[in-house]
């Protein structure tokens, strides 16, 4: 729960990192959304380094990666919605059963 719960903080933080700056800052110089994004992704860092360590304890490194990308699917739903005003459509829905489908693959034992 532990690695769960940073990945989801580290990809709060990666999502206004990468996208963030296209609300508010279109209207500065491009260094200056960088700059910011930048510092923006230290604390995403800060969070993603420990949960994959703490994680690996536990998960492969596929899983890691595909919890890592349902969070993120989650994390750019909600970002898009209530931070960009962007309408959810069906293509996030039929984007997460991929994601579902995907878990469902990548936790299965091996064949």
Known sequence: MKTIMLLLGSNIFMTFAWYGHLKNMNHKPLIVAILISWGIAFF?????????????????????????????????????????????????????????AAAFFIFKDPI
């Open 44 to 100: 995403e860092y800060m969070l993603q380094v420990p949960a994959n360590r703490i994680g690996y304890r536990t998960f492969s490194l596929g899983q890691l990666k595909i919890m890592q990308e349902i969070i993120t699917i989650c994390v750019f739903a909600a970002f898009a919605y209530f931070y960009m005003d962007k309408p959810l459509t069906l293509n996030y829905l039929y984007a997460g059963l991929c994601m579902v």
